[in-house]
T-cell receptor, first 116, second 114 residues
Framework: DARVTQTPRHKVTEMGQEVTMRCQPILGHNTVFWYRQTMMQGLELLAYFRNRAPLDDSGMPKDRFSAEMPDATLATLKIQPSEPRDSAVYFC??????????????FGPGTRLTVT | GENVEQHPSTLSVQEGDSAVIKCTYSDSASNYFPWYKQELGKGPQLIIDIRSNVGEKKDQRIAVTLNKTAKHFSLHITETQPEDSAVYFCAASRPNTGGFKTIFGAGTRLFVKA
């Protein structure tokens, strides 16, 4: 049963600390998305990669957030320094081209981040 | 900018009744419309999708309709069951910088009362 995995599932940290979230996309998927979910803003796209190259990170605060794909099986999202307003659930999703029209995205279970 | 509006925000139905969730989108370049179900503590799960060259699609108790002219699409769940209780998100995707960009609706919290 192929699925997207994310670690850690929960993270509590103090303001100013670095946070690293990891994602393993479904094997064979060439596109990886990072989303943030909050009650106020809903699901927001932060960044996405295709074939490990960043395609769009316009939704990500550049001064503190960074996203990378060191290899095809690992995507990372880092926040440095973290702030209380970063508290949210962060989802990774992966997908593949679907008939050349658009992507089906498969979400991981999320990382619930709390910054105190 | 691009926007997806979803209604209602909360929906309560009796078990066995039908539930309908409606979405509108603003970007005419959108060509793919997925629906996701999110249960508590889990990630959104794709349940059905429709492409812009199709008007309706059905999968057992769920169906989706698309009106491209009006930029409306809807999710229909028939014979609802308590396990259908969850938050449902609609989304609209369009090609973007070599990939695709997806905008999500705000979600509908569905309660199915036994």
């Amino acid at each position: 049963d192929a699925r997207v995995t994310q670690t850690p599932r929960h993270k509590v940290t103090e303001m100013g600390q670095e946070v690293t979230m990891r994602c393993q996309p479904i094997l064979g998927h060439n596109t990886v998305f990072w989303y943030r979910q909050t009650m106020m803003q809903g699901l927001e796209l932060l960044a996405y990669f295709r074939n490990r190259a960043p395609l769009d990170d316009s939704g990500m605060p550049k001064d503190r957030f960074s996203a990378e794909m060191p290899d095809a099986t690992l995507a990372t999202l880092k926040i440095q320094p973290s702030e209380p307003r970063d508290s949210a659930v962060y989802f990774c999703a992966s997908g593949s081209p679907s008939g050349g029209l658009s992507y089906e995205q498969y979400f991981g279970p999320g990382t619930r981040l709390t910054v105190t | 900018g691009e926007n997806v509006e979803q209604h209602p925000s909360t929906l309560s139905v009796q078990e066995g009744d039908s539930a309908v969730i409606k979405c509108t989108y603003s970007d005419s370049a959108s060509n793919y419309f997925p629906w996701y179900k999110q249960e508590l503590g889990k990630g959104p799960q794709l349940i059905i999708d429709i492409r812009s060259n199709v008007g309706e699609k059905k999968d057992q108790r769920i169906a989706v309709t698309l009106n491209k002219t009006a930029k409306h699409f809807s999710l229909h769940i028939t014979e609802t069951q308590p396990e259908d209780s969850a938050v449902y998100f609609c989304a609209a995707s369009r090609p973007n910088t070599g990939g695709f960009k997806t905008i999500f609706g705000a979600g509908t919290r569905l309660f199915v009362k036994a």
